[in-house]
Each structure stands twice: as structure tokens, then as C-alpha cells.
Nanobody, 121 residues
Framework: QVQLVESGGGLVQPGGSLRLSCAASGSWFSLNTMGWYRQAPGKERELVAR???????AYADAMKGRFTLSRDNAKNTVYLQMDSLKPEDTAVYYCNADVQTVWGTIMKTYWGQGTQVTVSS
């Protein structure tokens, strides 16, 4: 089994910063692309950013230039640095990971429980 544990959410004022972490644990053959999604009340879950095992990143347009996603493969952890936060960034942020648990099997996507980010004065 694979577990993803997020941390770092909270309340921040507009213009402020937060750093989210997502640590993967368990057993697998290959821990591949990891990423963050978010879901605001009444809205669908949307992509924030993703990062491949070799560090290639992709961001949603609304996050480019404000959010930075990085990865520490030795710790099986990804970090989302969020700067210049806006009230519209308020959402539950979910980590996910594409994992091949056994060699030769298909990859499966795992999700964390989510962490609340609230941007408000």
C-alpha cells in the first residue's frame, strides 16, 4: 500500500506564502509523477502542478510565476512553495502520485487526504 501525507496548510493573508509538503510511504517498484490538485467549495478539482521523477514540472496557468514545485526523491517528498497568494487560491489541496507497486503491473494513482489552504485578511 501507498500512503500520501500532506502538511503545511493553514491561514495566510493575501500576498503571503505557504509551503506544502507531501510525503509518500509504503512499498512500490516505482514512484513516478507526483503532483498537487486543489478543490474550492462548489468547484471541481483542478490541477495545480505536477513533477516527474526526473524533475520536469508542469503548472496550471493561474499558478505560473507564483507557485514552485520541487521534489526530493531520497525522501519521497514533494514541496509546493506558494507565493503571492490570493483569496481565490483558497481550497483544499490534494497530493497525488502515480505508482507502479509491482514491476510489470499498471500504474495506479494514489491521493492524500488533503490540506486546507485559506487566504484571507
Amino acid at each position: 500500500q501507498v500512503q500520501l501525507v500532506e502538511s503545511g496548510g493553514g491561514l495566510v493573508q493575501p500576498g503571503g506564502s505557504l509551503r506544502l509538503s507531501c510525503a509518500a510511504s509504503g512499498s512500490w517498484f516505482s514512484l513516478n509523477t507526483m503532483g498537487w490538485y486543489r478543490q474550492a467549495p462548489g468547484k471541481e478539482r483542478e490541477l495545480v502542478a505536477r513533477i516527474t521523477r526526473d524533475g520536469r514540472t508542469a503548472y496550471a496557468d493561474a499558478m505560473k510565476g507564483r507557485f514552485t514545485l520541487s521534489r526530493d526523491n531520497a525522501k519521497n517528498t514533494v514541496y509546493l512553495q506558494m507565493d503571492s497568494l490570493k483569496p481565490e487560491d483558497t481550497a483544499v489541496y490534494y497530493c497525488n502520485a502515480d505508482v507502479q507497486t509491482v514491476w510489470g503491473t499498471i500504474m495506479k494513482t494514489y491521493w492524500g487526504q488533503g490540506t486546507q489552504v485559506t487566504v484571507s485578511s
